[in-house]
């Protein structure tokens, strides 16, 4: 049986960098991030790092893996997720991501699950669902 749990995140660092010619569309970047979790997850410093594909200077769409290392409902440990998503010019963000398979440890050991957040312009904290197992 799954357990669903929400919260929010927020970004403490963001570095992106063009990779090869960035002045024409398409072009690519890479973002290497910080976010702290609260909530379901409470993680204070979770890198992330991200493959951005840039189709205009507002639109494009997204890869990225984040290690995060805390809490999960109040078991610890650590587990890596893998995102997609997309981004558009009215400044929104719309992502899924999951658990990378096997890579959970400690308390969350055997942990399965997928979320999903949609991030609006101009607000601080992005709110976050998540379902996930134990096994």
Not at 25 to 32: E, G, V
Not at 60 to 81: C, E, P, W, Y
Not at 103 to 121: D, F, H, I, Q, V
Request: proline letters at 2%; hydrophobic letters at 35%.
């Amino acid at each position: 049986m799954s357990t669903q749990t929400a919260g929010s995140y927020t970004i403490t660092r963001w570095d992106e960098s063009t990779v090869g010619d960035g002045e024409q569309y398409p072009r690519l970047a890479h973002a290497s991030i910080s976010n702290k979790f609260a909530g379901g997850i409470e993680a204070a410093e979770v890198a992330c790092e991200y493959v951005l594909a840039y189709a205009t200077e507002l639109d494009g769409s997204f890869t990225g893996m984040q290690l995060i290392n805390g809490v999960l409902d109040g078991r610890k440990g650590a587990f890596a997720i893998e995102e997609r998503g997309c981004f558009g010019d009215d400044g929104s963000i719309h992502a899924t991501f999951e658990v990378v398979p096997g890579s959970a440890t400690g308390e969350l050991s055997g942990l399965r699950g997928k979320g999903r957040y949609t991030a609006k312009s101009g607000e601080r904290a992005v709110p976050y669902t998540f379902e996930y197992d134990l096994g």
